[in-house]
């Protein structure tokens, strides 16, 4: 077996590992787990790192298991919660579950026939003919009040160092999510459970309630615990946001273009570290990669490969090629044909925060004129403004340089709605026809 944690470790992806994870990944193909919380239906570039170190297994040797919590999200994480979170209801649980799962198939084949193919799993399957009696009886009996206090997430919580307390709700979340690996364990000889480093009190419950569980069988009882760090910004600021929000995974909460525009706009010191992390780039590709960025910086070269990789693994290549096409748009020498091949989502994500103005499409249908177009929608002060602007060549339509004489109409439509006007190189104005 090759060494995956050696992998793991200069890629900045191993915050806590518990001792002889290494031996055993290096014995024998292992199980692995990893889980996902429903909170949404989606799931966002914060999901990239386990998402990425399933992708790590499979490609190791290893048979990775993603376990979508269709019952833990019933309760809620309190790990790195101030405060209670609000409980789902049951039909928006198993739409956010659904889509989870249609997210993690573009990434891992869950049709797969191999020894080591993905698994996906929902703990709702085995925790819903689960009566709190038999839990209480079968389980709650295996770890003590006091081993479960005694984690971070539980401590801060109740000493009122964040949040107003705990519900036993809650309390309860790690023993629930214990039984998960409990369960892998036994019917899968799931060995060992990974996630980030706010997930150590959760996981290393699970390892010792399947040692505590595995007394009264003739099984070792062993298990593994690896996590991974919480990605951070350099500058302190949460990874994954930008100033509309999460990036997401689904191109119909972000799109390709905004998406790649959120890896070419990091930091130098944030896209050195990002490349090793989020991409499956060689060590000796990475380190030229660096060493060339570093000498001439202003090219962009981390940021650049980094958002190629990162587009074509979540969007694909043509979509990587509309996102670059789009990128030039603003400040390139871009064409008509260019803009009319964005389509709505990516023209708007390029035009965001541009001035805008409602037409009515009647008035298109009887020709539209250029002074008209900007002076009466307050693109521009004055008839004489826009005569000048135009006697200087500074006016175009859709990227195309027009004169006084040009009359908008239907045939300058952009996915049937748009009109792009533009003064000089810089000042972008868009018509909405409605």
């Known amino acids: 077996m090759k060494n995956l944690v050696e992998e793991l470790q200069w890629r900045g992806l191993v915050h806590d590992i518990m001792p002889g994870t290494e031996e055993q990944l290096l014995k024998e193909p292992t199980s692995v787990y990893i889980g996902f919380d429903p909170t949404s239906d989606s799931l966002h570039i914060g999901s990239l790192v386990p998402i990425i170190l399933l992708m790590h297994l499979r490609n190791f040797g290893h048979k990775p298991y993603a376990l979508v919590g269709g019952a833990t999200g019933m309760i809620g994480d309190p790990s790195g919660k101030s405060n209670e979170r609000n409980l789902l209801d049951e039909t928006t649980l198993n739409h956010n579950v659904e889509g989870i799962k249609r997210v993690l198939s573009k990434f891992l084949d869950f049709n797969a026939t191999d020894a080591q193919a993905p698994v996906l799993v929902n703990n709702?399957?085995?925790?819903?003919?689960?009566?709190?009696?038999?839990?209480?009886?079968?389980?709650?009996?295996?770890?003590?009040?006091?081993?479960?206090?005694?984690?971070?997430?539980?401590?801060?919580?109740?000493?009122?160092?964040?949040?107003?307390?705990?519900?036993?709700?809650?309390?309860?979340?790690?023993?629930?999510?214990?039984?998960?690996?409990?369960?892998?364990?036994?019917?899968?000889?799931?060995?060992?459970?990974?996630?980030?480093?706010?997930q150590w009190g959760n996981i290393t419950t699970?390892?010792?309630?399947?040692?505590?569980?595995?007394?009264?069988?003739?099984?070792?009882?062993?298990?593994?615990?690896?996590?991974?760090?919480?990605?951070?910004?350099?500058?302190?600021?949460?990874?994954?946001?930008?100033?509309?929000g999460n990036i997401w995974l689904d191109a119909d909460k972000t799109s390709a273009y905004e998406f790649y525009q959120f890896w070419l706009n990091t930091t130098d010191v944030d896209a050195e570290k990002y490349i090793k992390i989020f991409t499956f780039l060689p060590k000796e590709e990475i380190?030229?990669?660096?060493?060339?960025?570093?000498?001439?910086?202003?090219?962009?070269?981390?940021q650049k490969k980094l958002a190629e990789e990162l587009t074509i693994m979540i969007h694909g290549k043509e979509e990587l090629e509309n996102a670059i096409k789009a990128s030039s748009i603003l400040f390139g020498n871009a064409t008509t044909e260019d803009l009319k091949s964005l389509n709505e989502q990516t023209f708007l994500a390029v035009f965001d925060g541009v001035d805008q103005a409602i037409v009515a499409k009647k008035e298109i249908e009887a020709g539209y004129g250029i002074i008209e177009a900007f002076a009466s929608n307050g693109f521009l002060a004055s008839n004489s403004e826009v005569r000048r602007a135009l006697k200087e060549n500074a006016i175009s339509v859709n990227k195309q340089k027009v004169t006084e004489s040009y009359t908008i109409s239907t045939a300058d439509l952009l996915n049937d709605k748009f009109v792009l006007l533009q003064k000089g190189k810089k000042n972008y104005y868009l018509l909405k026809i409605e």
């Open 287 to 302: 380190e030229s990669l660096i060493l060339a960025h570093q000498e001439a910086p202003h090219l962009r070269i981390v």
């Open 206 to 244: 699970g390892t010792e309630l399947i040692r505590r569980m595995s007394v009264d069988t003739d099984k070792e009882g062993k298990a593994f615990a690896m996590t991974c760090p919480l990605i951070t910004k350099a500058d302190g600021s949460k990874f994954g946001k930008s100033e509309k």
């Open 124 to 198: 709702y399957d085995w925790m819903k003919d689960f009566s709190f009696i038999q839990f209480a009886r079968d389980i709650g009996k295996r770890i003590t009040v006091n081993y479960m206090m005694s984690k971070d997430s539980v401590k801060k919580r109740l000493s009122g160092e964040t949040g107003d307390g705990m519900s036993f709700t809650e309390f309860t979340y790690q023993l629930i999510q214990g039984y998960d690996f409990y369960h892998l364990y036994k019917t899968h000889n799931c060995l060992l459970q990974m996630g980030g480093s706010d």
